[in-house]
């Protein structure tokens, strides 16, 4: 809770922003992200130079990757809430009333994400507002936080307010930028509107693109573990395709496709070998964003490799319907195994491989096929069929070198795309906000004995496709109204 957690660390006078091992600082090696967050730091004197700020740096890191947020919960919820996965009837326990809709404002789940995001937006707060004399690694440090800010925010209100492209002037979700120990540790901040936060988002994603060079400064290693110039720029074209602004997630997206240098897998064995790889990359191989997981920090059974893996709690498995999409030939059916969920047949989903190694699977955040999806969908959006198709099939038969190319025009073709982002993106957590910007009504296969309870249909009118504030938000804070229905 956003209130309660601003109360806490003023009592304490302390934060949780620098990780242990200081002694490690210069060399910033992947063994940096490995280390624990201490509490012992004044807020007011915590970042003064390059160090405390690369410091901060990684703490903010740390606190998105929380199972609590981008480490599960975030990608969990984007399909389940959809039509992609479902809980299986043997289960832990998690999960439970998402899979059926019957969430309610003091739902664990609701509150974890809601706490952790703005947590991580207090993290980068603080490195935006520490004086540091400006440099290429400042500046780059700077604008990782902006992106943070801006990507945290991007799944709020797409979580708690409604969609822009339903009702941009709907309440969205508080907006903060600045430390408490500028504002003070009991400001009870208003929701703002949905066009308002979008705005924020588009002003901090532009910053990051701006400050950050182009090639990495030597303050940190330049890899897939941290948010760069052009990774901004693809959390911009994201955030104007949520908008429904496709002119400009066009143009975000044709800065990555033509200046980033990212390439997508060219074989069946090179696709399996990503998939199958716990590291970071420096090769700009798919990946443009993702989070690290450690052998020494990550979420352990709690991760998203072990809700999915049958070697973990395997709690959650791919839909009959979502696996009958792919074709035999496709790259991505081998990600989905057909095995047994006792004592069920069922479709097992293979994407995390890794939960039984001590590093464990690193959390896709941003990926280039995303990207090109992209500029295939806001080309479809406005009219311009020819290059829709050129990055469609780019994608498609790269995938599948059996597929036909498609061919079609108009509404048909935005929904093939659609139907390409399913496939593509399934258990990145993308899918239910395809289906809510576009104000489908969403259609969940129903499993039958071997999925817990589940709803079927999801309409519009259905006011659970909006998360509820959290209950401890509510009673805390008199500024913030509750979402209707909750």
Not at 48 to 76: C, D, Q, W
Not at 447 to 455: D, M, N, Q, R, V
Request: net charge negative.
């Amino acid at each position: 809770m956003l209130v309660y957690k601003i109360k806490n660390m003023k009592v304490r006078n302390y934060i949780y922003i620098l990780l242990a091992g200081i002694v490690t600082l210069a060399s910033c090696k992947k063994s940096f992200l490995e280390e624990e967050n201490p509490t012992a730091v004044a807020v007011e004197s915590s970042i003064t130079t390059e160090t405390g700020m690369l410091t901060a740096i990684s703490g903010m890191y740390t606190s998105m990757k929380s199972y609590t947020l981008f480490g599960r919960n975030l990608p969990v919820l984007g399909d389940l809430l959809a039509d992609n996965s479902y809980v299986s009837i043997t289960n832990s326990g998690r999960y439970l009333t998402e899979n059926n809709y019957t969430y309610i404002a003091t739902a664990s789940e609701i509150d974890e994400i809601w706490s952790q995001a703005y947590n991580t937006i207090l993290q980068a707060n603080r490195i935006l507002y520490a004086s540091v004399p400006a440099s290429d690694n400042v500046n780059q440090l700077r604008g990782e936080a902006y992106a943070t800010r801006a990507l945290v925010y991007l799944q709020l209100v797409n979580l708690y307010g409604q969609p822009y492209t339903v009702n941009p002037s709907a309440a969205g979700v508080p907006i903060v930028t600045q430390p408490t120990y500028t504002t003070g540790a009991f400001t009870k901040p208003a929701r703002s509107s949905v066009s308002a936060v979008y705005d924020r988002i588009i002003t901090d994603l532009d910053s990051a693109y701006t400050l950050m060079p182009a090639t990495t400064p030597a303050i940190h290693d330049a890899n897939s573990n941290f948010l760069s110039k052009y990774a901004a720029k693809a959390i911009e074209a994201r955030a104007y395709l949520y908008k429904g602004d496709y002119a400009n997630a066009r143009d975000a997206a044709l800065l990555v496709a033509n200046n980033g240098g990212f390439s997508l897998a060219a074989s069946s064995s090179a696709f399996s070998a990503y998939w199958a790889s716990a590291t970071n990359r420096t090769d700009k191989l798919e990946t443009i964003f993702e989070l690290n997981m450690s052998s020494t920090v990550n979420n352990g059974y709690n991760g998203l490799d072990a809700i999915y893996n049958q070697d973990g709690y395997g709690d959650v498995l791919c839909t009959d319907d979502l696996y009958n999409s792919y074709t035999a030939t496709d790259f991505r059916k081998s990600l989905i195994l057909d095995g047994t969920r006792t004592p069920y047949q069922a479709y097992i989903v293979n994407k995390y491989q890794n939960v039984l190694q001590s590093d464990r699977d690193e959390v896709k955040v941003v990926r280039y096929a995303e990207v090109l999806l992209t500029l295939a969908e806001s080309y479809a959006q406005l009219g311009d069929s020819g290059e829709a198709l050129t990055y469609l099939n780019r994608v498609a038969q790269l995938r599948d070198p059996s597929l036909a190319a498609y061919t079609a025009t108009g509404t048909t073709l935005v929904a093939d795309i659609l139907n390409e982002r399913r496939k593509e993106l399934a258990f990145e957590g993308y899918r239910f906000f395809d289906l809510t910007r576009t104000a489908a009504v969403i259609n969940r296969p129903q499993e039958g004995a071997k999925s817990a309870a589940s709803i079927a249909t999801v309409t519009t009118a259905n006011t659970r496709r909006i998360l509820p504030i959290p209950q401890v938000e509510i009673n805390a804070n008199a500024s913030i109204t509750q979402n209707p229905g909750y």
